[in-house]
């Protein structure tokens, strides 16, 4: 059991270039989130899913797209990269039953953007 | 909007003290709280989560309350040990099962 594996661990972007991070679970949790982590602002959400298929905005979602398409994969794409997207990038899932609700994070995803 | 406050910012203890952090929360109306753990340059790990219509919950040498009502939650840590030094996250679960998350206590202990 991997639990929540995130790909890649550090990138380092120019301003204007794309990239996709990768999120994928094999706990068959139906909601998966990003979140940015920034010092001094804590963690926020960017994008969540509840399901295969579907996506929904979080609190910063301006900058980013998400995709679905398998319940075990969360995708985050920037599609042209600014130096304010330089943060740590954090995937979680759960299953979103209530006694199943606990959380899970991935390791993250370092992104500096120059 | 839920606000989530943790108190103090950084805490620093010789080894064997019992210590408390402490979370507070603007909006009552949540479906449980997540406490968590979270190593330099590491992800989070979930230390306890209690869900609204408890009062505690226990693992080891940890304690989380829950007071719903006055919006408080205290992580109670026993038996101090070097390695307990990390900072710990309280966030609360609100609408569509998403979490907000308080700015964390950095907790350094002495050995």
């Known amino acids: 059991n991997a639990g929540v594996t995130q790909t890649p661990k550090f990138r380092v972007l120019k301003t204007g270039q794309s990239m996709t991070l990768l999120c994928a679970q094999d706990?068959?949790?139906?909601?998966m989130y990003w979140y940015r982590q920034d010092p001094g602002m804590g963690l926020r959400l960017i994008h969540y899913?509840?399901?295969?298929?579907?996506?929904a905005k979080g609190e910063v979602p301006d900058g980013y797209n998400v995709s679905r398409l398998k319940k075990q994969n969360f995708l985050l794409g920037l599609e042209s990269a600014a130096p304010s997207q330089t943060s740590v990038y954090f995937c979680?899932?759960?299953?979103?039953?209530?006694?199943?609700?606990?959380?899970?994070f991935g390791p993250g995803t370092r992104l500096t953007v120059t | 909007k839920q606000e989530v406050t943790q108190i103090p910012a950084a805490l620093s203890v010789p080894e064997g003290e019992n210590l408390v952090l402490n979370c507070s929360f603007t909006?009552?109306?949540?479906?449980?709280l997540q406490w968590f753990r979270q190593d330099p340059g590491k992800g989070l790990t979930s230390l306890l989560l209690i869900q609204s219509s408890q009062r505690e919950q226990t693992s080891g040498r940890l304690n989380a309350s829950l007071d719903k009502s006055s919006g408080r939650s205290t992580l109670y840590i026993a038996a101090s040990q070097p390695g307990d030094s990390a900072t710990y996250l309280c966030?609360?679960?609100?609408?569509?099962?998403?979490?907000?998350f308080g700015q964390g206590t950095r907790l350094t202990i002495n050995p």
């Open positions: 909006d009552s109306a949540i479906y449980n």
């Open positions: 706990m068959n949790h139906e909601y």
């Open positions: 899913s509840v399901g295969e298929g579907t996506t």
């Open positions: 979680a899932s759960t299953h979103g039953i209530q006694g199943l609700d606990e959380q899970y």
């Open positions: 966030a609360v679960k609100g609408g569509a099962q998403k979490l907000v």
